[in-house]
């Protein structure tokens, strides 16, 4: 059974992007999200297993998506991936429940490495 993802970014190429990023052999069925509110509606939707999120988007930005599925009781993995590689906002996102933060643009090595360490793949 495939897992779950949802890629959310306002960029469709940084989409395109992580999307290319994610090993060729993953059993996946992959949904996107332009952005913040898109993700949460996906996410409330359906099963969501791991996301990959942006955290500078309009509107509904990535650390209000985290901070509303901290009070949804997320049950996901989230993978914040973002050009904002400030110490302090690698430090948010995981105290908000991020289990990673990969800094763009995505490195496919990187992206695997995250993926195993944290038993998404084998």
């Not at 959310?8 to 993953?26: G, Y």
């Not at 509606?41 to 099963?47: D, E, I, W």
Request: include cysteine.
């Amino acid at each position: 059974m495939p897992l779950s993802v949802l890629v959310v970014d306002d960029s469709p190429i940084a989409r395109k992007m992580l999307i290319r990023s994610l090993p060729a052999n993953w059993d996946i069925e992959i949904t996107q999200a332009g952005g913040g509110a898109e993700a949460l509606a996906a996410y409330r939707s359906g099963k969501v297993d791991v996301m990959f999120l942006d955290l500078t988007m309009p509107e509904v930005d990535g650390y209000q998506v985290l901070e509303t599925l901290q009070h949804e009781d997320m049950n996901c993995l989230v993978i914040v991936v973002s050009a904002d590689i400030q110490a302090e906002a690698v430090e948010r996102v995981k105290a908000m429940g991020a289990i990673a933060f990969i800094k763009k643009p995505v490195d496919a090595a990187r992206v695997e490495a995250v993926l195993r360490e944290y038993g998404v793949i084998v």
